[in-house]
């Protein structure tokens, strides 16, 4: 079979036709019409980024997101200057802890002062008098000079603040907190830290990609906003309506001004998770604290993962599903816990992972949705009776499944679409090809499907917690020499229910001497023989022996 690579967008790996129109008479394409590819490599050009409540094409295409502080007037200012240093650590330390801890997005434990000549940071960090602004995510590339981001590291000091939002370059951005009381001066560090918090984790949404919850459809109002989710194709709901979003301007005054510590809501952990999927985490703290360790989906237990015992808060990704036990009971998480109960706080014998898509009503994966394991569904056998028959709008799938969905139910050429999900995910539906649209609609096709079938893919990682670059991979035998040379770079493979996965540093495992090979039914990192080593890999469905 044709192996092809595809680059996915920064925010999403669109629903594909795959059609070559180079070759498009080529047989192996016109299977790729109903199927996905083979092989699909999960970074890629920011272009074509779609959107969830966030602003379009705006995601990050790498994980690691530099950020740097650019000096001000009150720098070396001996009253100033300190209480602006004492904030510069607050800021850091809150991103760090919250956004950097829910998702594969990672930032550096010092930002360095923007003048350092090593290279152009994403994110560039001004003063401002009164509250401040953030570009929205890449957008930041717009400007060649001078903050990206501006946050008034002093604490507000007037009885009244004022909306300054449309003041960042080029009007975009946004953010602010529309009300300040006049006591958060710096006379009061303990509600100045809580203040600056606050508006930094919102600002660093924006900066992210995301916009504000209050833009969102369904939302309820709570202040005198004008901003509003428009037609123009520049942002789109993403899941339901939060309010409980640190992106709601109501809840970030309500957490700015009370006594608790601002912290990301479940539904913004979903959200961040949606743009830049990873896999299950595992604190040892309550409100994901201490150093966290991965998870993929497949069976783990005491005996594998000790750290089991340790447990307290855990993050889960859009479409996975951790089925937690103790040695007499046992529940099932679709959504991060910032604590667990008592009964499974530190108290956790085992852990089932798996892998779930999402199929939804409307775009945005919102009105009725429904998920699916891996298989076959046809609505006149019932098997869409959630989301209901010609009613999908938009598709989720997580990292190791791939979905398709077909006008009839009999796949043909012409009346499927197909999408792997990746590092990115996967939103709205579209077809191509032609120009990319955020629904069914751009191709008439809106609430056609009367078949779904998810189906299991292998995803190999460069790193060992399941981050850097990552392929999805379908079943079959991949080799460095046939064209598959990120094999080279691979030390760490999800493998989802349904599939096996064994990876050899030779390509061919009959060979004398015989190379090493390893076989992986569940997600985990590769024997440290086989990291940055591999030559062959085989993904397969496992044989089960008849009793």
């Not at 100033?80 to 760090?96: D, F, I, S, T």
Request: proline residues 7%; glycine residues 10%.
């Amino acid at each position: 079979m044709l192996k092809l690579l595809l680059a996915s967008s920064v925010l999403a790996l669109p629903l594909v036709a795959c059609v070559d129109t180079d070759d498009a008479a080529d047989p192996d394409l016109e299977l790729l019409e109903i199927e996905p590819p083979a092989e699909v490599r999960l970074d890629g050009d920011p272009a074509d980024a779609l959107f969830g409540v966030h602003e379009y094409g705006t995601g990050w295409d790498h994980e690691w997101i530099e950020v740097c502080w650019e000096d001000s007037a009150y720098s070396n200012d001996p009253v100033k200057g300190p209480l602006m240093a004492e904030a510069r650590q607050w800021v850091n330390e809150a991103v760090r802890t919250e956004w950097g801890r829910v998702s594969k997005l990672k930032f550096l434990e010092i930002w360095p002062s923007c003048d350092s000549p090593w290279n152009q940071p994403d994110i560039r960090i001004g003063h401002h008098e009164v509250d401040g602004w953030s570009m929205h995510g890449t957008e930041a590339r717009a400007l060649a000079t001078g903050p990206t981001m501006a946050i008034n590291l002093l604490g507000p000091a007037a009885s009244t603040c004022v909306d300054t939002g449309s003041g960042s370059p080029g009007g975009g951005g946004g953010g602010y907190i529309p009300m300040c009381n006049g006591t958060l001066l710096g006379a009061d560090p303990a509600s100045r830290q809580n203040w600056t918090e606050a508006l930094s984790l919102h600002l660093f949404g924006y900066a992210l990609g995301l916009r504000k919850e209050d833009v969102h459809p369904d939302a309820v109002a709570c202040s005198s906003l004008s901003e509003t989710l428009d037609g123009n194709g520049d942002g789109e709901a993403l899941w339901a309506f939060d309010t409980t979003s640190l992106m709601r301007s109501c809840r970030m005054v309500q957490l700015a001004y009370g006594a608790a510590r601002p912290t990301l809501s479940a539904g913004d952990i979903q959200s961040i998770n949606s743009l830049y999927p990873g896999v299950v985490r595992m604190f040892p703290n309550d409100e994901l604290g201490g150093t966290s360790w991965p998870l993929g989906p497949g069976y783990h237990d005491r005996v594998s993962h000790p750290n089991l015992a340790t447990v307290s808060s855990i993050v889960i990704p859009p479409g996975f599903r951790a089925k937690l036990c103790t040695s007499s009971v046992c529940t099932t998480y679709t959504s991060t816990r910032r604590a667990l109960t008592a009964t499974y706080n530190n108290n956790i014998q085992n852990v089932e992972i798996t892998v779930w898509a999402n199929v939804a009503e409307k775009k945005g994966f919102l009105g009725a949705n429904q998920w699916f394991t891996p298989g076959t569904y046809k609505a006149s056998q019932g098997q869409l009776a959630i989301v209901g028959n010609n009613a999908a709008s938009s598709a989720w799938v997580a990292p190791g499944q791939a979905i398709t969905l077909c006008d009839g139910e009999t796949p043909s050429l012409l009346s499927c679409i197909s999408a792997v999900g990746g590092t990115f995910g996967v939103p709205a539906l579209l077809k191509l090809p032609g120009t990319p649209q955020n629904q069914f609609a751009g191709f008439a096709m809106d609430n056609l499907a009367s078949y779904v079938k998810v189906a299991p893919r292998v995803v190999t990682y460069s790193s060992t917690d399941f981050a850097g670059a990552s392929y999805s991979v379908a079943e079959g035998v991949y080799k460095v020499s046939t064209g598959s040379t990120y094999l080279g770079q691979v030390r760490a493979l999800l493998v989802p229910a349904g599939l096996e996965a064994e990876v050899c540093n030779g390509e061919n495992p009959l060979s004398f001497p015989r190379p090493t090979c390893q076989t992986l039914t569940e997600s985990g990192p590769l024997s440290a023989a086989l990291q940055s080593n591999v030559k062959r890999l085989e993904v397969r469905v496992p044989l089960v022996n008849a009793p």
